[in-house]
């Protein structure tokens, strides 16, 4: 398999697996806290605003509805997850799925915040590090759990491909020249 190829594989599955479980972690929280997860049809709201040339809102959820807003906001969810764990294995290069530690998965997890930060929330109306939110000390730390559970999540599904890659190793579902099989 080309290395890019590879590369890409490595990415859709470790960010998928990643994103996911930040996705999981928002429905336990709803489930055992009774926190409301993000709602990604307004992420897909503002981002469908943004070809019209529109992207600041005082309050995303006054916006206009944009067609398949919520469709655009789930995809573009997942595609970030993705390209957070492109730029983990552009860094720490793809080797590290060979052999994944904690420490890179959580560094890219956890940075990963600053677009929230700066970009989303100020974006949607929330104001920089959701400062214009009724509890901005509550809005930040759960920002910064959740992408601490995508970096762990980063971490875990490296680690499920290490292992589903030796269970299927000769299959024609196995990654050829993963990691040495």
Same mark, same amino acid.
């Given at each position: 398999?080309?290395?890019?190829?590879?590369?890409l594989l490595l990415a859709v599955a470790i960010g998928a697996g990643a994103t996911l479980a930040m996705d999981l972690w928002g429905?336990?929280?709803?489930?055992?806290?009774?926190?409301?997860?993000?709602?990604?049809?307004?992420?897909?709201?503002?981002?469908g605003h943004m070809p019209r040339g529109?992207?600041?809102?005082?309050?995303?959820?006054?916006?206009p509805a944009i067609p398949a807003e919520r469709l655009?906001?789930?995809?573009?969810?997942?595609?970030?997850?993705?390209? #957070?764990?492109?730029v983990l294995l552009a860094v720490w290069g793809p080797q590290w799925a060979c052999r994944p530690t904690i420490g890179p998965a959580l560094i890219v997890g956890l940075a990963s915040v600053v677009f929230p930060f700066?970009?989303?929330q100020?974006?949607?109306?929330?104001?920089?590090?959701?400062?214009?939110?009724p509890k901005p000390g509550v809005a930040r730390l759960r920002s910064v759990v959740t992408h601490g559970? #995508?970096?762990?999540?980063?971490?875990?599904?490296?680690?499920?491909?290490?292992?589903?890659?030796?269970a299927l190793a000769g299959s024609q579902i196995g990654l050829p020249g993963f990691c040495g099989a």
């Open positions: 398999m080309h290395d890019a190829a590879r590369l429905l336990a929280q709803k489930h055992w806290l009774g926190m409301k997860p993000l709602d990604y049809g307004m992420v897909g709201r503002w981002l529109r992207f600041r809102h005082e309050a995303i959820g006054q916006a655009i906001g789930w995809t573009a969810h997942y595609v970030t997850g993705i390209a #957070f764990a492109a700066l970009l989303m100020p974006g949607m109306g929330a104001g920089i590090a959701a400062r214009r939110t559970v #995508f970096g762990l999540g980063l971490y875990a599904s490296a680690r499920l491909m290490l292992v589903l890659n030796g």
